[in-house]
């Protein structure tokens, strides 16, 4: 009989569970994870070999013999036909060749045919697809059981609704079949996010894994379709079954059928092959538009793929090569303020400079005050950094405290231009709130012009600062006032590229009035809400006119971003601003109508179950074109939840509040 275990290592055992628990409640539901993944890695790994010298101590719910998170209230849960499984992990080229070493060993083969793919980093999800129509995407949640997150995945623009019969026919597929694939955020649009995010005082997204986690596991699909997510497919089974002898064919069949899916993965004749291909990928990974962790070794053959199996946890015939992290640990020479277009204040953090993957670090932004709080750093302390990809590298957490450390109080006073310092009601920001501040303006201007906005090339940080600094402008009204000689005359500026800029600024000028409000950059106009404002008022000084309560009809605009906007045009500069728009000559034209009534302007709708008439999507296109607003979860704001047959969770919730239900008839009769 084994010995017992002694108490200190069953101590040991239970402090790692409760850790690890934590972490996974921070890092699956709550998508805000505190420590890196190679601490996470790490942690498992103390409590595996714990457990595999303690056998005896093994509980069934042990952290160790899961898949992966939970499920988030506010989804249905739904079961998964067979366990979604997740892969092993390797991290050195050692790892992958005892894998090699194993599937030889148990397949007989003497040398094995691998796939090698990229390791995309995102949120893995199965896409159900029946008669060529996409009916369901659920994500892995614990492996078991997910939530079905249909609504938001179609939203993705990479996910196909339904599939063209005759590229289905090419790829030799039926209609009905099961597609797993990761849905990432491009670097872009993360970084396009955060930036948004750090204006309005929003959360700041660590990663674009998480951002893309988050975007997809809220409950308002209009969300998930803002953070411009993508989709990339792996793996294909038709009824629960790998189609085609090779798994080679399989990715040939996405791609047949339409899928979004890498072309950069690669046969490998043995692992020498994938370890060349793992070594030619790291420091190409960078240009990629989207970022991969790793690289996933897959066994072609599907014959051997069925010899070696699965183990509880994962398929034996595939394992993840995870690159090691690009961090780093440097010394917080300083911290300083940049202040935003919005009048933001930024902490930076300037580092010693450090190598990090390839590149000089020197600088690192600390997002806000509460950030800083959290990660109780000190100016003189000693501090991780990671960087991921091209993404700004940000702190992860002090590792040494500095000896003469000093903590950084934000300043009173706007250190650009000395006026007063406000700090948001509801947020984390604080303000400058001086109209004029010149670092403002320069951020407003670079907003203006950037690509999105009103698309005007050749006007960068450079060329701003010197307009800003000679008081050649000082609003984005002026830029369509100057002269080629106030251009010629700026430094980097030839008569050649001083005209390009004039003409570039000229042509902005028939930009459309959804690109003109976003250029505005009010708070909390993205570029989604912008557009939306557009639909709804017919020109700039319809939509300046408009008070808070006309501005919350439009949809999706809440009692928030009214009071940004009506906040905006209440100071006279930018009253003035939109009449200096107009005599310059901008005057964008009005976009469509597309509302047919308002007669649900401010009525919240939550639907559940399925539809016999219209899908649910169809449903509630009709009540935003009525001006109402759709929610995915019941609360006391809701005014009317329509249910169709298998109606879930929600009708209680309904009955619990109070909130009228109606049923499809109702619901038709309503409209
Ligand atoms: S195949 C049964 N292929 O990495 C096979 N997974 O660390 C299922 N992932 O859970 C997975 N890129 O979310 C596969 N090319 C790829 C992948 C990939 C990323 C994710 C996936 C998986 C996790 C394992």
């Known amino acids: 009989m084994a010995k017992a275990a002694p108490a200190a290592v069953k101590k040991q055992i239970a402090d790692l569970r409760e850790k690890l628990r934590h972490h996974e409640y921070k890092y699956y539901v709550q998508d805000d994870p505190e420590i890196s993944d190679a601490e996470y890695d790490r942690l498992m790994a103390r409590l595996t070999a714990l457990e595999t010298a303690n056998p005896e101590l093994v509980t069934s719910d042990s952290p160790t013999l899961r898949v992966g998170g939970t499920a988030r209230a506010g989804f249905e849960t739904v079961q998964h036909a067979r366990p979604m499984l997740s892969l092993d992990n390797s991290y050195s080229y050692d790892d992958l060749r005892e894998f090699d070493r194993r599937a030889r060993e148990v397949s007989g083969h003497e040398k094995i045919q691998y796939v090698a793919e990229h390791k995309f980093d995102g949120l893995s999800i199965s896409l159900q697809y029946e008669d060529g129509v996409l009916a369901r995407g659920i994500t892995r949640g614990d492996g078991r059981t997910g939530e079905d997150v249909t609504l938001n995945v179609k939203t993705i623009r990479s996910v196909p609704l339904r599939l063209d019969p005759a590229a289905l026919k090419k790829a030799h597929l039926p209609g009905t079949f099961e597609v797993r694939g990761e849905i990432v955020m491009p670097r872009k649009s993360f970084e ?20 893309a986690a988050g975007g997809v596991r809220v409950l308002d699909p209009s969300i998930t379709a803002s953070r411009r997510l993508e989709f990339f497919a792996y793996y294909l089974t038709v009824d629960d079954k790998a189609p085609f002898p090779k798994h080679s064919q399989s990715l040939d069949a996405l791609k047949l059928a339409r899928f979004r899916s890498s072309s950069d993965w690669k046969l490998c004749d043995g692992i020498d092959a994938v370890i060349a291909y793992c070594e030619a990928w790291d420091p190409r990974r960078e240009k990629l538009p989207y970022e991969i962790d790793g690289v996933v070794v897959k066994v072609n053959s599907i014959a051997i793929q069925n010899e070696l199996g699965f183990t509880a946890k994962a398929p034996r015939w595939a394992i993840a090569y995870k690159y090691p992290a690009r961090q780093e640990t440097t010394v917080v020479n300083d911290i300083r303020i940049n202040v935003g277009r919005t009048g933001a204040l930024t902490p930076v953090a300037f580092l010693e400079p450090v190598q990090v993957g390839g590149v000089t670090v020197s600088r690192s932004t600390l997002h806000n005050m509460d950030e800083i709080n959290r990660l109780c750093v000190q100016i003189g302390d000693t501090v991780l950094i990671e960087r991921a990809g091209e993404v700004i590298p940000h702190v992860l957490k002090v590792v040494k405290e500095g000896k003469d450390r000093r903590p950084f109080e934000m300043p009173k006073k706007c250190p650009e231009c000395g006026s007063t310092i406000h700090k948001d009601e509801d947020g984390v920001a604080f303000r400058c709130v001086n109209p004029s501040c010149p670092a403002k303006r320069k951020e407003w201007l670079l907003h203006f012009a950037a690509r999105h906005a009103m698309d005007i090339d050749g006007l960068g940080d450079k060329i701003v600062d010197q307009l800003v600094d000679k008081g050649l402008v000082k609003d984005v009204a002026d830029l369509y006032s100057l002269k080629l000689d106030d251009v010629q005359n700026l430094e980097r500026m030839a008569e050649k590229s001083a ?75 930018n009253r003035q601003l939109i009449k200096k728009l107009d005599k310059v000559g901008i005057r964008p034209t009005a976009a469509k109508r597309t509302a047919k009534s308002d007669k649900f302007a401010g009525k919240t709708f939550v639907f559940t179950g399925t539809l016999a008439n219209r899908s649910r999507e169809a449903a509630a296109e009709l009540v935003q074109q009525h001006g109402g607003k759709i929610s995915g979860s019941v609360s006391k704001k809701t005014d009317y939840v329509v249910v169709g047959t298998d109606a879930g969770s929600k009708l209680e919730k309904a009955r619990e509040l109070g909130v009228t239900v109606l049923n499809e008839d109702d619901f038709e009769k309503l409209i």
């Open 192 to 211: 396009e996010l955060n930036r948004q995010q750090e204006q309005s005082g929003g959360k700041i997204f660590a990663n674009p894994r998480n951002a």
């Open 499 to 573: 005209q390009n800029l004039l003409d570039g600024i000229s042509a902005s000028k028939k930009q459309p009035l959804a690109r003109l409000i976003y250029a505005l950059g009010i708070r909390f106009v993205g570029e989604r809400t912008a557009q939306l404002l557009a639909e709804h008022f017919s020109s700039l000084d319809e939509f300046a006119a408009a008070g808070e309560e006309q501005l919350t009809e439009v949809g999706e605009v809440g009692p928030k971003v009214a009071a940004a906007i009506a906040e905006f045009f209440s100071e006279a500069a």
